[in-house]
């Protein structure tokens, strides 16, 4: 009932993220140079859809977009296209709902201890690769995405929708970039500050104290806002315990299974340690049972997973042309010394057991959404990561129109948008991906964009890909 109560409360109290649709009329000069749609009416005919909400994909369909939004979905010569329209005739393509990256951040980390906010190049990428709303979950740089997420909402540059999460909370030694709690009081006071600069989300890190956590959780719901975490010495049950709204990365950061967890502390090995637990143990259960009862959603973060295994497809020739030469240069050394030398405690098996975890999540009735994380050695690029984590879901067992009702739908859901985003239903805003080829036979069609509508207006996607070509990492 708790969990019921805030949801309801949120929906009043958080201001949504812009819900109108933006017409080309007011997109500046330098957003325009990606527009390749501009049409008030536009049909987009014969196209295969998978529309999020996990039916069955539909040949043969028309989607009509009007002023922004989805005027018309259904068999094609069925819906009426109006005179003046203009009319794609997109045989041979799919179309679904714009991704909804529910851990996708506005800066980067590299091999090498590199570092960089990525203001240009990240909302071009994830725009050109079909992801049309980010949470950033964590933040280093809050002013910064603050004030890009506002020039974007104007239209004065190309980008997702961005949900605005605070800078990271975590205890102890901590990280210089984030902010170390001492007190609740302390967390109190830092959660209040945020909330009236417009973060909306709260992002818990790996040595968060108990108390803490639970001061912030209680603070951040009284302003309505919500919170989520990369937990380690806080668990899952216990982090749903104190009131949490969303859990991050799945198996691998949950200590709910480690022997000699300790009260808040965070024990070494738990990586080895969860690879190996059997996901269909009462332990794994209990936790399920945990979290759907208190309606806590978990984010897949598979392809930053994927970085450290050996002998994994993990350089995508479009991330390596992104990447700024010497990012490149460190990005592949680092590569090499895990798949020639062996040099990670990432195996496949732990890989695959995460995907297992998520799966019986799911299976269980769980919600489960996807975020890229660009972080980690900085193989998984902004977009290119999210769509690796479709791959990498179906490589996990889950079928295509489930997957993307996982990158897109459900994301929506744990922002509280999906009643205008995240599925192709009448009345939404017209954010779609096109993508050339059968993305229900074939999960590398998903790298295939060729037109983004972000309320209803087209961009080109190799023009925004290429807009940022050798850049990633510098800016």
């Avoid at 812009?18 to 140079?33: H, K």
Wanted: glycine letters at 10%.
């Amino acid at each position: 009932m708790r969990k019921t109560l805030f949801v309801i409360t949120a929906a009043v109290l958080v201001a949504p993220v812009s819900s109108s649709a933006q017409r080309p009329d007011s997109l500046s000069e330098r957003t325009r140079e990606y527009v390749s749609v501009d049409a008030a009416v536009v049909a987009l005919t014969n196209v295969l859809v998978i529309d999020g909400t996990g039916a069955p994909a539909r040949a043969n369909q028309t989607v009509l977009i009007e002023n922004g939004r989805i005027a018309a979905v259904g068999t094609t010569g069925d819906v009426v296209v109006p005179a003046g329209a203009e009319v794609l005739d997109l045989s041979g393509h799919t179309v679904f709902p714009g991704m909804v990256g529910l851990h996708n951040h506005l800066y980067y980390t590299a091999a090498g201890g590199r570092g960089a906010q990525l203001t240009f190049s990240a909302p071009r990428l994830y725009l050109a690769a079909g992801v049309t709303t980010v949470r950033t979950t964590g933040s280093r740089a809050p002013y910064a995405e603050i004030n890009l997420k506002n020039v974007i909402d104007r239209g004065g540059s190309p980008g997702p929708r961005i949900h605005i999460t605070a800078p990271y909370i975590t205890g102890g030694q901590g990280i210089t970039t984030m902010t170390i709690l001492n007190s609740p009081e302390q967390a109190r006071r830092f959660v209040a500050y945020w909330a009236e600069e417009g973060a909306t989300w709260l992002k818990a890190y790996t040595n968060v104290g108990r108390a803490e956590l639970a001061a912030a959780i209680d603070e951040a719901h009284k302003h309505g806002m919500k919170v989520t975490g990369h937990l380690c010495s806080v668990s899952f049950t216990e982090a749903v315990e104190l009131g949490i709204d969303n859990l991050e990365h799945g198996l691998l950061t949950n200590t709910d299974y480690h022997p000699d967890k300790q009260p808040n502390e965070c024990p070494r090995n738990n990586l080895v340690i969860a690879g190996g637990i059997d996901v269909s143990s009462p332990a794994v259960q209990a936790t399920f049972e945990t979290m759907i009862e208190n309606g806590v959603p978990m984010t897949s973060t598979l392809s930053v997973y994927e970085l450290f295994v050996p002998n994994r497809p993990t350089k995508d020739p479009r991330a390596l042309e992104a990447m700024a030469p010497e990012v490149r240069a460190d990005y592949l050394r680092a590569r090499d010394a895990i798949d020639l030398e062996g040099q990670s405690p990432f195996t496949l098996e732990i890989l695959h057991n995460a995907m297992a975890y998520e799966r019986a999540f799911v299976e269980a009735g769980g919600m489960l959404a996807a975020g890229v994380d660009p972080t980690g050695n900085g193989g998984a690029l902004p977009g290119f990561g999210d769509q690796r984590n479709y791959e990498l879901l179906i490589e996990a067992g889950f079928t295509p129109e489930q997957v993307v009702q996982i990158v897109s739908a459900n994301g929506a859901k744990v922002l509280d948008v999906y009643g205008d985003l995240g599925s192709i239903e009448v009345g939404k805003i017209a954010d779609l991906v096109v993508v050339s080829g059968d993305l229900t036979a074939d999960a590398s069609v998903i790298k295939l964009v060729t037109t983004v509508f972000k309320d209803g207006v087209g961009y080109d996607s190799a023009k925004l890909i290429a807009a940022v070509k050798g850049r990633v990492g510098i800016n």
